[in-house]
């Protein structure tokens, strides 16, 4: 059974940082690429961060760039979103998702696992 479990969220005030975490367990996740989402209250799921199976390609949604960093760990099975200079904007729940493809992927359909979700506030 595949598994996708995230961690790190929490309460910051803006400017701070957070990384999440996801790990990944039930397959083989070298071979996946993955992606961070966030849905805000009210609001569409929204592409935050892909990174490509090797994790030689990465790609942010503009209003992260510069602040947040998608990474995979040296097993390509956990994937990490680092998070600098929070904004009030960026309050959320954070979801990782997994894609049994190679590439970068931006849509929430094209992604085949999900994770639960950590929420993430953000304090003015």
């Known amino acids: 059974q595949v598994r996708l479990v995230e961690s790190g969220g929490g309460l910051v005030q803006a400017g701070d940082s957070l990384r999440l975490s996801c790990a990944a367990s039930?397959?083989?996740?070298?071979?996946?690429?993955m992606g961070w989402f966030r849905q805000a209250p009210g609001k569409e799921r929204e592409f935050v961060a892909s990174i490509s199976w090797s994790g030689g390609m990465t790609d942010y949604v503009d209003s992260v760039k510069g602040r947040f960093t998608i990474s995979r760990g040296d097993a390509k099975n956990t994937v990490y979103l680092q998070m600098n200079s929070l904004k009030p904007e960026d309050t959320a729940v954070y979801y990782c998702?997994?894609?049994?493809?190679?590439?970068?992927?931006?849509?929430?359909?094209?992604?085949?696992?999900w994770g639960q979700g950590t929420q993430v506030t953000v304090s003015s």
């Open positions: 998702a997994a894609v049994s493809r190679r590439g970068l992927w931006y849509r929430a359909h094209e992604y085949d696992y």
């Open positions: 039930g397959r083989t996740f070298s071979s996946y690429a």
